[in-house]
């Protein structure tokens, strides 16, 4: 089983800062990308960011200069700073890790939990 949590939401004024953690465990042969989704009220989930394991990364346009993903593939933990927070980035914030559990099995998606971010004077 693998199991991802988040941590790190909260209440945040307009124009402030949180950061967001998710690390993985459980079986878990290796980790292809990790990367985060939000999804607010009445609205469908949406791509916010992604990291491979490589490096390379990739955002949304909307939060694009203003969020920041970063990895420690020895944690297997993703990290998201995100600054210069709008009311708009109001939503749950779900952490996805794209994995193998074994050397022989494909690549397969999983979730954790989600994280409330509320931007809010």
């Known amino acids: 089983q693998v199991q991802l949590v988040e941590s790190g939401g909260g209440l945040v004024q307009p124009g402030g800062s949180l950061r967001l953690s998710c690390a993985a465990s459980g079986s878990i042969f290796s980790i292809y990308a990790m990367g985060w989704y939000r999804q607010a009220p009445g609205k469908q989930r949406e791509f916010v960011a992604r990291?491979?394991?490589?490096?390379?990364?990739n955002y949304a346009d909307s939060v694009r200069g203003r969020f920041t993903i970063s990895r420690d593939n020895a944690k297997n933990t993703v990290y998201l700073q995100m600054n210069s927070l709008k009311p708009e980035d109001t939503a749950v914030y779900y952490c996805?890790?794209?994995?193998?559990?074994?050397?022989?099995?494909?690549?397969?998606?999983?979730w954790g939990q989600g994280t409330q971010v509320t931007v809010s004077s």
């Open positions: 996805n890790a794209n994995l193998k559990t074994t050397r022989f099995d494909s690549r397969d998606d999983y």
């Open positions: 990291i491979v394991s490589g490096g390379n990364t």
